[in-house]
């Protein structure tokens, strides 16, 4: 059974990079047309590709990553041909809004299974 | 891959409550008004076989069969249209993931179907925009379940999932992990019964009759800025609600020592605000999209797996 593991992302407000950062996460998510679980999961994911430097440099780093993201994703969108016009109203960037589908068939037991057959 | 489809449809997750309408992304309110014009006012206007119908207006009363009027059907075009939106679509085949209250799945189950599935091929306008969806199936789950169904990982020893909408408490044991298929109840016991107690003390006790949405504020975030002896009268009844809810669950052989709690649904905010109990042994999940999202999940597991055996 695949296990989901879940969190929550505050950006304050009050903070002017972290308020940008939503607004970055927002918007870029919206034109590339996918979730921002998936957004954030990528971005995630190709840092850990990243070669460790070390002196760690945060903005470098970010730079590249985002860059790189954006490319793939532009490219993985063009081929999902999907049209931009997405609406979320959520101020908080829900990672927990949407399960990874891969591997979903076995996300449920057989024991639940059995349960919904029973109706 | 952002949304769950099977074969080229769009499966789509709607709980239809009876306060709140839900799907994966959007929450909105279970009402609906009806014009045979244009209304002059809100924008949240859905147009379908030449009737014009306001979302999200009015409130709708509990009834037993959510068939009863065409209300359902109308919310559940906008739940469509809604999903389809955040989906960037404007035409889609469609495949419904719905719910019903636990023991009424069996019996409903067919009726709601038919209802849902009226017009294979719809054609409406919301908010302007064209739709145009053939609905292919719509999959019946009992509620509460598919919130978690997904997740059982969490659920060692002795469970008791209770889903508390705004018209029905649906209980269910769940024990190591697995649903116990003959331990499982549905009661009157909605967030409207303690709406409605809420109403009728401020009534007789002042003469005053409090908004609903009033109400709703003071039970998500338990306060409201109103006379402190109103909210005192308020806090009682939600806090004799809440004991009302444990007794139920008591009648059921909860017991909190030895059994974990996990709750569902707009109730679960009543029970984390007015609710005396153990923090450790009470999970509330709070997403009030979860039933919905858990419909998605279900129904495309069930596909795959009637795919898998070649049902």
Same mark, same amino acid.
């Given at each position: ?119 | ?14 709980? $239809? ?45 509990? +009834? ?68 145009? +969806? ?141 609710? +005396?109990?153990? $923090? ?32």
């Amino acid at each position: 059974m695949e296990k989901i593991k879940q969190f929550t992302m505050r950006f304050h407000m009050k903070n002017s990079k972290e308020e940008e950062a939503l607004q970055f996460l927002q918007s870029k998510s919206e034109i590339l047309g996918i979730s921002q679980n998936t957004f954030l999961i990528k971005l995630i994911t190709d840092a850990m590709e990243e070669p460790v430097e070390k002196e760690f440099n945060m903005d470098k780093m970010t730079t590249a990553i985002v860059n790189g993201v954006e490319k793939k994703l532009l490219n993985l969108v063009v081929s999902m041909m999907k049209t931009s016009n997405r609406e979320n109203e959520k101020t908080e960037a829900g990672i927990n809004d949407e399960e990874d589908k891969v591997g979903l068939e076995e996300a449920i037991s057989e024991d639940a299974m059995e349960f919904l057959n029973m109706f | 891959m952002n949304d769950y489809k099977m074969n080229g449809s769009e499966i789509i997750g709607i709980d $239809h409550g009876f306060g709140n309408m839900k799907t994966r992304n959007t929450v909105f309110r279970t009402g609906v008004k009806t014009f045979k014009d244009i209304p002059t006012f809100g924008i949240d206007v859905l147009n379908y076989e030449g009737m014009y119908y306001l979302i999200g207006e009015g409130h709708k009363p509990f +009834i037993a069969e959510k068939i009863a009027d065409q209300d359902y059907y109308i919310l559940t075009l906008a739940a469509i249209a809604k999903e389809l939106k955040i989906r960037g679509m404007k035409s889609a085949d469609v495949i419904l993931a719905v719910g019903l209250p636990i023991v009424w799945v069996s019996n409903q189950r067919e009726e709601f179907k038919k209802y849902l599935m009226q017009n294979e091929n719809v054609e409406f306008l919301y908010k302007d925009i064209c739709y145009r +969806i053939h609905i292919k199936d719509v999959r019946i789950y009992p509620q509460g379940f598919a919130a978690v169904a997904s997740n059982l990982t969490g659920f060692e020893g002795i469970n008791i999932l209770a889903d508390i909408g705004n018209g029905t408490m649906n209980t269910l044991f769940i024990n190591d992990h697995k649903p116990q298929g003959d331990k499982f109840y549905t009661d009157k016991l909605g967030v409207q019964q303690c709406i409605n107690q809420i109403k009728n003390r401020l009534l007789s006790e002042s003469g005053s009759v409090i908004n609903e949405s009033q109400i709703e504020k003071f039970l998500i975030t338990g306060k409201l800025d109103i006379k402190p002896e109103y909210q005192q009268s308020m806090r009682e009844e939600a806090e004799e609600y809440v004991r009302g809810i444990f007794s139920k669950l008591i009648e059921y052989d909860y017991n909190p020592d030895l059994m974990k709690l996990h709750v569902v649904g707009g109730g679960g905010c009543l029970i984390k605000n007015f609710g +005396i109990y153990d $923090h450790s042994r009470v999970e509330i999940i709070t997403d009030i999209c979860a039933t919905a999202k858990g419909y998605e999940i279900v129904a495309y597991n069930s596909m795959e797996r009637e795919k898998r055996l070649g049902a």
